[in-house]
């Protein structure tokens, strides 16, 4: 009879009991989260929120090691860096999921058949989701808050970045589950920073339900490609904003500035402009003003430099890139088709804005990209689970299935089909 050959572990692997037992312990406290009812589900959250509050100085004495050690760029460092007004937020956003509708056992669908079978579709919790990320400490405590809220128990494996602040928002998340009586393992991190345990995830087939990974592109591409467990995810947000001929030229002005410059280093971030050759050469100076006198700086084509001539030459890669910092790629095309053109060859189907007064450039605009979120008159960082009224995000999707866009409560759901019968046979 053959023997089994064994695999030899990777030396940088950690125990494979660790992130096993975890999930072990994930998957039984889950079906407990997801039995429980609506009113435990917002105690728990509604409890966390207080216990945030409660630790605000031992979270930012924490996040303080963490800023101090981290050697990053400073879009980074700002994403990282917590503060009273940013605890709050995030307190605030855990009392908003918990004053949200449940998803939870909601009726999706139903219908009789002829023969007198009633069938059901009806929303259930995916189960355990196991979330990868960064350097952003609250994202810990929104991932937490809609995994609680909606059923599912979840395995935070947050970046070394921020180790110390993420410790303490789950000592606070596991406080508001002890109050409403639920486990605390619904909501579980790794012991330590130990990058080997992203591998152990993503291996967890049959544990581990769900992969989120929410981070820059070479995370996000290599859970990806090692991942055993599905994935909902995206690799890049590069964002666009598109300024048409029929532009308000002072809500252009507002909405590129906000959209580039409120905060470039995240996903919803424009990161190339396009403006209208019909405009460019009256509204391009005054918005390369704005940005220039706010410390951006530019990558430009040439139809741009021949309006500006003191902007960078861009070449073809800056077009395809992530800035995530207060860069700007700027391009002058040839009206609605030529900007969708653009977008199509360069962009990540993330987040894309076109600003104009012409509800049929608009439209045609809308109809024509392919993106997970696209917008008329707004700034593109308005793509935010919490400013979709989700309460907060988990990520931002921009596959073809389950889910697309801001990953909130409803996103979090799969479904399963109820029949209730009299009796009936099959013949």
């Avoid at 981290?70 to 980074?76: H, K, L, M, N």
């Avoid at 909130?408 to 099959?426: A, H, M, N, P, S």
Wanted: with cysteine; charged share 20%; aromatic share 4%.
């Amino acid at each position: 009879m053959d023997q089994a050959v064994a695999t030899p572990m990777r030396a940088d692997a950690p125990q494979p009991d660790v992130i096993r037992t975890m999930a072990i312990t994930a998957r039984a406290a889950g079906r407990v989260l997801a039995r429980s009812t609506t009113e435990t589900r917002n105690r728990a959250l509604m409890a966390a929120a207080d216990a945030l509050r409660a630790s605000q100085t031992e979270l930012l004495a924490a996040n303080a090691r963490d800023v101090a050690a981290f050697t990053g760029a400073a879009a980074f460092r700002d994403r990282l860096t917590l503060n009273p007004e940013r605890v709050e937020a995030m307190a605030k956003g855990l009392e908003q999921v918990a004053s949200l509708p449940d998803p939870v056992g909601h009726v999706m669908a139903e219908w009789d058949r002829p023969n007198g079978l009633r069938i059901r579709r009806v929303a259930t919790p995916v189960g355990v989701i196991g979330m990868i990320y960064e350097s952003r400490p609250n994202v810990g405590a929104d991932a937490a808050a809609l995994c609680i809220k909606s059923g599912n128990a979840v395995i935070l494996r947050g970046g070394s970045d921020s180790l110390n602040s993420a410790r303490v928002i789950h000592a606070a998340m596991q406080a508001g589950l002890a109050a409403a009586g639920l486990p605390v393992a619904c909501v579980q991190i790794p012991p330590d920073a130990d990058r080997a345990h992203v591998a152990s995830m993503l291996g967890a087939a049959g544990l581990i339900d769900l992969i989120i990974p929410r981070g820059g592109k070479s995370l996000v591409e290599r859970v990806c490609a090692e991942a055993r467990v599905p994935v909902l995810a995206h690799a890049e947000g590069l964002c666009h904003t598109y300024v048409h001929a029929a532009a308000d030229l002072e809500m252009a002005r507002r909405i590129v500035l906000n959209a580039k410059l409120r905060r470039p280093g995240i996903c919803g971030a424009t990161e190339t402009l396009l403006v209208d050759q019909a405009i460019a050469p009256k509204i391009l100076p005054g918005l390369i003003e704005d940005l220039a006198t706010r410390g951006c700086t530019f990558r430009a084509d040439a139809r741009a430099r021949e309006i500006v001539p003191d902007l960078p030459a861009a070449t073809e890669d800056d077009f395809a890139t992530e800035w995530l910092d207060a860069v700007l790629s700027v391009g002058v095309v040839d009206g609605v088709e030529d900007a969708l053109a653009h977008i199509a060859r360069y962009g990540s189907a993330h987040t894309e804005a076109i600003v104009t007064e012409d509800e049929v450039a608009a439209t045609t605009f809308l109809n024509g990209t392919d993106s997970a979120v696209v917008m008329w008159n707004a700034s593109t960082q308005f793509c935010d689970g919490g400013e979709f009224g989700f309460g907060a995000e988990i990520g931002i999707a921009t596959g073809r299935f389950h889910a697309r866009g801001p990953v909130g409560l409803e996103q979090l759901t799969t479904y399963r089909y109820e029949v209730i019968g009299t009796g009936q046979v099959r013949p």
